[in-house]
């Protein structure tokens, strides 16, 4: 792959395997260690004149608050789902504010990184709510998942023979509130830590009142829509994974390089994406180009600097390269 001009302007979405991998207890030592692995891979970046801003995910960290007022739903009154997003947003972005920041310093910069709480509209009439699909949280048995269901209203559904899990709405962002202050500090030379989970999703009415929803918002969808309302370029979605491949896990599989936006909806409209791993990220890539961006870039956070040289990573552009 030939190598690329990097653009100023760049959005990077962080995966919730560079927040909290599963395969953790989720202690604060972990979590910091992790932020801390995360910053230094994400140095590179942070070290260069350009506009940054991230994203992040907040699985499972949203799931262990909803289960700890499960486990404490006769004694402690619970929280709207709004609410227990905008904890792990705060949270995660503590983390890593303070990690990124550390890195800088380390390296002899003075750079500043932002959080900003991120409130997301969505449509109170999208179809999600009619039909809630996203799966959050841990597995319970049968009689469990009845007991949670009637103490705090969720739906529970079960979820391929591994047990039953809360589900939600997952509705399209609409519009990314107060995203002029990303603008103002990114360009200021902030890096900005923002929408994390996705954004807190939010409901306006006639008079512009704003009030939170039971509902979780794709992290990546909400980070294709703020990439393009701040006329970023380069969109870089970081996940568990070096490359997107179709046929995956079958005698097929094949990694693919450099694809066109044309190309990719072509493997979806196929089926290689399934809806519950790589498919919400390949449907942000092709929104985002459709839109204005000019290239996506999948890979594994240990990785981004490779993938910036042109020498690993999944590069999405929206025609031909010459």
């Given at each position: 792959?030939q190598s690329f001009?990097i653009?100023?302007?760049?959005?990077?979405a962080?995966?919730?395997?560079?927040?909290?991998?599963?395969?953790?207890?989720?202690?604060?030592?972990?979590q910091?260690?992790?932020?801390?692995n995360?910053a230094?891979a994400l140095l590179?970046?942070?070290?260069?004149?350009n506009?940054?801003v991230v994203?992040?995910?907040?699985?499972?960290?949203?799931?262990?608050?909803l289960m700890?007022q499960?486990?404490t739903?006769?004694?402690?009154a619970?929280?709207?789902?709004?609410?227990?997003?905008?904890h792990?947003q705060g949270?995660?972005?503590?983390?890593l504010?303070?990690?990124?920041?550390n890195?800088?310093?380390?390296?002899?910069s003075s750079?500043?990184?932002a959080?900003?709480?991120?409130?997301?509209?969505v449509?109170p009439d999208d179809?999600?709510?009619?039909n809630p699909?996203k799966p959050?949280?841990?597995?319970y048995?049968r009689d469990e998942?009845?007991?949670i269901?009637q103490?705090?209203?969720?739906?529970?559904?079960?979820?391929?023979?591994?047990?039953?899990?809360?589900?939600?709405?997952?509705?399209?962002?609409q519009?990314?509130?107060?995203?002029?202050?990303v603008?103002m500090l990114s360009?200021?030379?902030?890096?900005?830590v923002a929408?994390?989970?996705?954004?807190?999703?939010?409901v306006?009415?006639?008079k512009?009142?704003r009030h939170?929803?039971?509902?979780?918002?794709?992290?990546d969808?909400?980070?294709a829509?703020?990439?393009n309302?701040?006329?970023?370029?380069?969109m870089?979605?970081?996940?568990?994974?070096?490359?997107v491949?179709i046929n995956f896990?079958?005698?097929g599989?094949r990694e693919?390089?450099?694809?066109?936006?044309?190309?990719?909806r072509?493997y979806?409209?196929?089926g290689?994406?399934?809806?519950?791993s790589m498919?919400?990220?390949?449907?942000?890539a092709?929104?985002?180009l459709?839109?204005?961006?000019?290239r996506?870039i999948?890979?594994?956070?240990?990785?981004?600097?490779?993938?910036l040289?042109?020498?690993t990573?999944t590069?999405?552009v929206?025609?031909?390269?010459s």
């Amino acid at each position: 792959m030939q190598s690329f001009r990097i653009p100023k302007r760049i959005l990077v979405a962080i995966g919730g395997n560079a927040t909290h991998p599963e395969n953790i207890r989720g202690t604060s030592r972990e979590q910091k260690d992790i932020a801390a692995n995360t910053a230094q891979a994400l140095l590179p970046l942070a070290l260069r004149d350009n506009e940054l801003v991230v994203t992040h995910g907040n699985g499972p960290v949203v799931g262990k608050i909803l289960m700890r007022q499960a486990l404490t739903r006769g004694s402690i009154a619970p929280m709207p789902l709004d609410i227990c997003v905008a904890h792990s947003q705060g949270g995660i972005a503590y983390l890593l504010v303070q990690a990124m920041e550390n890195a800088l310093r380390e390296a002899g910069s003075s750079r500043h990184v932002a959080c900003l709480l991120t409130q997301v509209e969505v449509d109170p009439d999208d179809v999600a709510f009619k039909n809630p699909t996203k799966p959050i949280g841990t597995f319970y048995s049968r009689d469990e998942a009845a007991s949670i269901s009637q103490d705090l209203g969720w739906t529970m559904r079960e979820d391929s023979g591994r047990g039953w899990r809360h589900v939600v709405p997952s509705p399209n962002p609409q519009h990314i509130c107060d995203v002029s202050l990303v603008q103002m500090l990114s360009r200021g030379g902030t890096v900005v830590v923002a929408a994390g989970g996705g954004g807190i999703p939010v409901v306006r009415g006639p008079k512009g009142v704003r009030h939170g929803v039971r509902a979780v918002i794709d992290k990546d969808l909400t980070s294709a829509l703020m990439a393009n309302v701040l006329e970023i370029r380069l969109m870089i979605i970081l996940t568990a994974v070096h490359r997107v491949s179709i046929n995956f896990g079958k005698p097929g599989q094949r990694e693919l390089d450099l694809v066109t936006a044309r190309e990719l909806r072509a493997y979806q409209t196929q089926g290689h994406f399934p809806p519950g791993s790589m498919g919400p990220k390949v449907e942000a890539a092709m929104r985002f180009l459709d839109r204005g961006g000019e290239r996506v870039i999948i890979t594994h956070l240990e990785t981004v600097e490779d993938a910036l040289k042109g020498k690993t990573g999944t590069h999405v552009v929206r025609g031909e390269e010459s």
